[in-house]
């Protein structure tokens, strides 16, 4: 008997890295990192410092050209758009694609209203006042803020706790409904109860918005991703992908030798 199942709607688009080398000056920091980020997925990467995780996530939404000694080859489509092209604007890729840091940084004197709507005038985006008040509410919402600040919508969002300030940050990338979230280390900065209330917001979003995490934590990689993919830039040489998959196959029966070590903390 053949089960058919409706198609749920999911939200977020595919993010793919195709060949994606980076360099600082002559210093080669990627070698050729190819990974599809599919929507509806949340996708962790994984792997010690300075391997090169931050920088490619730098690279996903073109942050990685700020610095003025940084180039790269390969490219990044952003479902079928190749955020590189000649032309393209990098706004058109800074709406689509937010970015959370390790350390909450919420603009301290604004209120937390005022924070959710910050990321609107960065990128030109007009929403009329009425607008602008539901907005608020949504994504405060959906970062799992809401009931906690709705009376302080009017209060610094620099007066929130360290998890609550990374929630709200949260909530200021998703105003421009972006279809992609990057988190780097996003709770390497709070304590267990934030931590996992961020997770929380995390799965909550996972439906509507792609999301890739740094992280490292492995118990959280486990927790919160359906893909995981670990890197490593051994003795010198440049950050490379050693493996990605299912994060159940990465934990319980990867390939290789290198990432079974990793992930059973034996580096
Ligand atoms: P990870 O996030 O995995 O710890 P990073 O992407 O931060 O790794 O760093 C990868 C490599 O790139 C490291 O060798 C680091 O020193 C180098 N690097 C990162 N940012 C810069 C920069 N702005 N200028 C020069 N080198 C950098
Ligand atoms: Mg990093």
Known sequence: MTLTFPQV??????LSAHDVSAWFGTHKVLER??????AG????LIGPSGCGKSTFLRILNRMHELVPSASLAGEVRLDET?????????????????????????????TIAENVLAG??????????????DLVEECLTRASLWHEVKDRLREPGGALSGGQQQRLCIARSLAVRPDVLLMDEPCSA?????????????????????????THNMQQAARVSQQC???L???????????????????DSPSDERTNDYVNGRF
Not at 41 to 44: F, Q
Not at 85 to 92: A, K, L, M, Q
Not at 233 to 251: K, L, M, R
């Open 120 to 133: 609107l005038k960065l990128t030109g985006t007009k929403v009329s006042r009425g607008g602008r008040v």
């Open 229 to 231: 993919a670990f890197f």
């Open 41 to 44: 997925e949340v996708t962790a």
């Open 190 to 214: 709070l304590d267990p109860t934030s931590t996992r209330r961020v997770e929380e917001t995390i799965h909550l979003l996972r439906s509507e918005v792609t999301i890739v995490i740094v």
């Open 233 to 251: 830039a051994e003795q010198g040489t440049p950050g490379q992908i050693v493996e990605s998959g299912p994060t159940d196959e990465i934990f």
């Open 82 to 110: 190749d955020i590189y092209e000649p032309g393209r604007r990098i706004t058109d890729t800074r709406k689509r694609i937010g970015m959370v840091f390790q350390k909450p940084n919420p603009f301290p004197a604004m």
């Open 9 to 14: 709607a999911v939200g977020g688009a595919t």
């Open 33 to 38: 990192v190819n990974l599809t980020m599919a």
